[in-house]
């Protein structure tokens, strides 16, 4: 239902046209007293820099055209937020500050500039419902060469996960491509994400909280349900 991809991406089912400057640039979801009066069910965010601007701006039509159909928020982000770090790491910042910016229960839907959305009969509501249950904060996909991949993903307003996102954003050694543990290919914040999935050592936590991940406050599905990519993008 939602097909993005790091980079590529394929055509999608809402017309895309080419935007003007006034709808690439307007970002009417900033605070919490919006957030709150719209009593959105969802709010979408997604981030991306100059470099990427080329396409982010096509997309970002399909992706507010279907907040739009379903009632959503939509919030974007047309900087690096991350300043000392790579790009990518604008989406954890996004997050932290949404999350500061949103009343707590909240259900957050991260998706990357370049994902399009290919089903907009489908709704995030469907994953949550079928996918969360009540104790779960973080729901992501599997992909097929790596543990996870966190293009499109859902999570939740609570303190375990602006504890869980504080923790990812620790990860100071995956900043920059070619430096600290970023070698010889890094997925960055991706990286940090999977480190705790799995409780690899770089990731620096317990035991315990280790298990709250693992068994507790997330879920990994199949990314064929919210994070389908072209065939041979992958």
Request: include cysteine.
């Amino acid at each position: 239902p939602f097909n993005p991809g790091k980079e590529k991406y394929s055509h999608s089912e809402i017309q895309v046209s080419e935007p003007s400057k006034d709808e690439t640039t307007k970002t009417p979801i900033s605070d919490a007293q919006t957030h709150e009066q719209n009593n959105c069910p969802i709010l979408m965010v997604t981030a991306g820099d100059k470099n990427v601007e080329t396409y982010a701006n096509l997309v970002s039509v399909n992706q507010k055209a279907y907040a739009d159909k379903k009632g959503y928020c939509f919030k974007r982000y047309s900087e690096n937020l991350a300043k000392d770090r790579a790009p990518y790491w604008s989406k954890i910042a996004a997050l932290k500050e949404q999350m500061n910016q949103t009343k707590e229960g909240q259900w957050i839907a991260w998706i990357d500039a370049s994902a399009i959305i290919t089903n907009t009969e489908k709704s995030f509501e469907e994953v949550i419902d079928k996918h969360g249950g009540k104790n779960i904060d973080l729901i992501m996909t599997n992909d097929p060469q790596i543990p996870i991949n966190n293009a499109v993903f859902l999570i939740k307003n609570t303190p375990w996960s602006k504890d869980f996102l504080d923790k990812v954003w620790s990860r100071q050694d995956l900043a920059y491509s070619g430096q600290g543990k970023c070698r010889p290919l890094c997925h960055y914040e991706q990286e940090a994400m999977t480190d705790i999935w799995e409780g690899n050592p770089d990731a620096n936590i317990s035991f315990e909280y280790w298990y709250s991940v693992k068994e507790k406050k997330t879920k990994v599905i199949p990314n064929t349900v919210m994070n389908s990519f072209y065939r041979f993008s992958h």
